[in-house]
């Protein structure tokens, strides 16, 4: 059974669970999760992906992705002063993606690094990412990035990226910008929201909904070029939007959505 330190921090019975080696110095201690098993497809994972714990504290979470119950994980997680805990080993597949797609490829967990950072979420009091949280985030892609060969730009997402109709995190607080800064991630500078152009609407149709799908598609959403601006494209948009258009979330796709893509899709680092 978990018992609790003294300070209240979660740590898993020694009995229970063995620990490891973190993958890292950076990382302040290892608790290990029962909740991995073996990586699929034989490639090394290449993507990073992004998570806030949504949950009201930080050991909360922290306990729930080490009990075998939850069976839910994270390789780490990026508490709000800045100390990484590491939970699975990088090598093996952590469950944090659930159904997923981005790319053409659907076994996220396989493809990929989870990290859950710790907010309270959109449920329970979304706030600000604290600084220190966010440097401490930084060096934990560069060292990941560093160790095991450069994770392309573009491939450092957000659970709501691979995940839109289900997922809302790390969320639209979430400071893209910082990270491009220190060149982690693609991102560029949205297009101003008040600018002359086309808006596409939820429950449109036509030639211009199947171009911005395509666009979608092109960047690596999971997206159908129906032409139809249905439930699913708005959920699209409304991930697109948390990730590089944060200064309205509303799935509807304005002028300064699409130029964003039209941007994205220019700047995308190539393979
Ligand atoms: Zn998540």
């Given at each position: 059974?978990?018992?609790?330190?003294?300070?209240?921090?979660?740590v898993?019975?020694?009995?229970?669970?063995?620990?490891f080696?973190?993958?890292?110095?950076?990382?302040?201690?290892?608790?290990?999760?029962?909740?991995?098993?073996?990586?699929?497809?034989?490639?090394?994972?290449?993507?990073?992906?992004?998570?806030?714990?949504?949950?009201?504290?930080?050991?909360?979470?922290?306990?729930?992705?080490c009990?075998?119950?939850?069976?839910?994980?994270?390789?780490?997680?990026?508490?709000?002063?800045?100390?990484?805990?590491?939970?699975?080993?990088?090598?093996?597949?952590?469950?944090?993606?659930?159904?997923?797609?981005?790319?053409?490829?659907?076994?996220?967990n396989?493809?990929?690094?989870?990290?859950?950072?710790?907010?309270?979420?959109?449920?329970?009091?979304?706030v600000?990412?604290?600084?220190?949280?966010?440097?401490?985030?930084?060096?934990?892609?560069?060292?990941?990035?560093?160790?095991?060969?450069?994770?392309?730009?573009?491939?450092?997402?957000?659970?709501?990226?691979?995940?839109?109709?289900r997922?809302?995190?790390?969320?639209?607080?979430?400071?893209?910008?910082?990270?491009?800064?220190?060149?982690?991630?693609?991102w560029?500078?949205?297009?101003?929201?008040?600018?002359?152009?086309?808006?596409l609407?939820?429950?449109?149709?036509?030639?211009?909904?199947?171009?911005?799908?395509?666009?979608?598609?092109?960047?690596?959403?999971?997206?159908?070029?129906?032409?139809?601006?249905?439930?699913?494209?708005?959920?699209?948009?409304?991930?697109?939007?948390?990730?590089?258009?944060?200064?309205?979330?509303?799935?509807?796709?304005?002028?300064?959505?699409?130029?964003?893509?039209?941007?994205?899709?220019?700047?995308?680092?190539?393979?």
């Open positions: 059974m978990p018992r609790f330190s003294p300070t209240h921090r979660y898993a019975d020694p009995k229970v669970m063995s620990a080696q973190p993958d890292s110095f950076i990382v302040a201690n290892v608790v290990p999760s029962p909740n991995f098993d073996e990586r699929d497809g034989g490639r090394p994972p290449d993507i990073v992906l992004l998570h806030y714990t949504g949950m009201k504290t930080g050991e909360a979470a922290l306990e729930r992705l009990t075998g119950a939850s069976k839910v994980s994270s390789h780490y997680v990026v508490f709000e002063d800045g100390r990484i805990v590491q939970c699975v080993p990088e090598e093996m597949r952590a469950w944090h993606a659930g159904v997923s797609y981005w790319a053409g490829e659907t076994d996220i396989s493809r990929s690094i989870g990290i859950e950072i710790v907010n309270p979420g959109h449920e329970f009091g979304y600000d990412f604290p600084l220190r949280q966010i440097a401490a985030v930084i060096s934990l892609c560069k060292s990941i990035s560093k160790r095991r060969g450069p994770i392309r730009a573009d491939r450092v997402l957000a659970h709501s990226d691979v995940a839109p109709s997922k809302q995190d790390p969320g639209e607080k979430f400071p893209w910008e910082l990270l491009s800064d220190s060149g982690v991630g693609h560029i500078r949205s297009a101003p929201l008040k600018i002359d152009g086309v808006t609407h939820p429950g449109d149709r036509g030639e211009a909904v199947a171009r911005l799908q395509r666009g979608l598609r092109e960047y690596g959403y999971g997206v159908e070029e129906s032409g139809h601006y249905d439930d699913a494209t708005r959920d699209v948009v409304i991930a697109f939007q948390r990730h590089f258009r944060q200064a309205r979330v509303d799935g509807v796709a304005d002028p300064s959505t699409l130029l964003t893509l039209r941007a994205l899709l220019d700047t995308r680092p190539v393979k």
